[in-house]
């Protein structure tokens, strides 16, 4: 730059990131517009995410990246899209680590630098990083002075990440348009979305739930997903049922981690009886000197198709448990018989959800028909072993 050259002797137009073309064109298509909100929304995000991934360094992308929000409100992709909702989601549900995140952020602001550098503007040494949101404001407009030191106060605290929630510049009143300097300065380098996708213009700082959301203590699982990991056990994590559609279902507290696991143990119990009972009946059954093929096949039938609630576990069973568990067998794993369900029935309930071969008479009957011969058990010690073998590991 010639050192007679004045800041006002270059001219700045808004950039763009490179085929967007087809990109939003596989969003204009119905089987994306039918989508939920929030499933649209997840997609926009992670594009914008790569867009920003895929450029090299060293880069100043908020530019791009607010001509990029403006274009998926002008295609009427999602109705409202801004810096913040991008934000949100990049500390909620992007995944990424926190330099990971930051990285983001220093390609957005234009500098990647140690985070311990914005100690001279920011007390975020060691490491520091303070709840809620960060908002940087100017004076009422027009002051051109505290605008253009609240915008850059705005970027350095965005790329620092100040804080775990929203980073918000907000100008009471909005960037004036009358004013040439504006032009110059906002307008001009970075188009006219920073009108709506970037600065606020509140007259009065308010509370909202977008403030108070962590995404760090915030844990989505769905209803397919196992109760026996441990984020339960922490106290300072919220745990949040959703469906496959990613709307809320309720939540997830200690208290209901205690009450299915008694449930499951409860039910375990009452499955492990039976296993050691079959076993021992199908050994004295066999060790009979004369078996005939239809009393066997009476018998397997009988083992496995008597309900729950003529077995000795359920019959120890307090009346709250006996109640919940044939709660749990009607809504959960929806079988109506409740209590008596038959084991042939809830085993084959429970096969059907581990996709493995579930355990009934009629395979039971059928490995053994080997061992009859002529209608009588034949007297084949290697065969009736092997068959008892194979039946006690399943």
Request: hydrophobic share 45%; proline share 4%.
């Amino acid at each position: 730059m010639d050192s007679l050259s004045l800041l006002g002797d270059f001219s700045f137009s808004p950039t763009s990131f490179d085929h967007l073309d087809e990109l939003f064109l596989s969003w204009k298509g119905e089987a994306f517009l039918q989508l939920p909100d929030r499933r649209r929304s997840a997609q926009v995000n992670l594009a914008l995410l790569k867009q920003i991934q895929k450029v090299d360094g060293p880069c100043f992308l908020l530019s791009p990246v607010l001509g990029f929000l403006e274009m998926v409100v002008k295609e009427k992709i999602l109705d409202n899209y801004t810096l913040t909702s991008f934000e949100i989601w990049l500390n909620a549900s992007s995944g990424l680590s926190f330099e990971e995140n930051r990285e983001i952020r220093g390609k957005i602001a234009g500098k990647w630098i140690e985070r311990d550098c914005y100690q001279v503007i920011f007390p975020v040494g060691t490491g520091t990083l303070y709840p809620g949101s960060h908002v940087v404001t100017a004076h009422r407009s027009p002051d051109l002075d505290t605008t253009v030191a609240s915008f850059w106060g705005w970027l350095d605290a965005f790329a620092a990440r100040v804080g775990v929630g929203q980073h918000i510049w907000n100008v009471p009143g909005g960037l004036s348009p009358s004013q040439i300097e504006i032009q110059w300065l906002f307008v001009a380098p970075f188009g006219e979305a920073i009108h709506s996708h970037l600065v606020k213009t509140r007259h009065s700082l308010t509370l909202t739930g977008n403030d108070l959301m962590l995404g760090e203590a915030l844990c989505q699982k769905r209803l397919t997903d196992s109760t026996m990991e441990e984020l339960h056990v922490f106290e300072d994590t919220a745990i949040v049922v959703v469906d496959e559609e990613g709307y809320g279902l309720g939540d997830w507290r200690s208290i209901d981690m205690e009450i299915v696991q008694s449930l499951i143990l409860a039910l375990s119990s009452a499955l492990r009886w039976f296993e050691n009972d079959v076993h021992l009946k199908l050994i004295s059954l066999l060790a009979k000197p004369s078996l005939k093929i239809e009393t066997f096949r009476q018998a397997i039938e009988a083992f496995v198709r008597a309900p729950l609630q003529g077995s000795e576990p359920v019959r120890e069973w307090t009346a709250r448990q006996s109640t919940q568990v044939a709660t749990l067998l009607k809504e959960i794993l929806g079988l109506p018989a409740g209590l008596m369900t038959s084991y042939e029935a809830l085993l084959a309930k429970l096969s059907t959800m581990a996709g493995v071969a579930p355990l009934d008479a009629a395979s039971v009957i059928k490995e053994s028909e080997a061992l009859f011969n002529q209608g009588f058990l034949k007297d084949d010690r290697p065969s009736l072993f092997q068959y008892l073998e194979k039946e006690v590991d399943r």
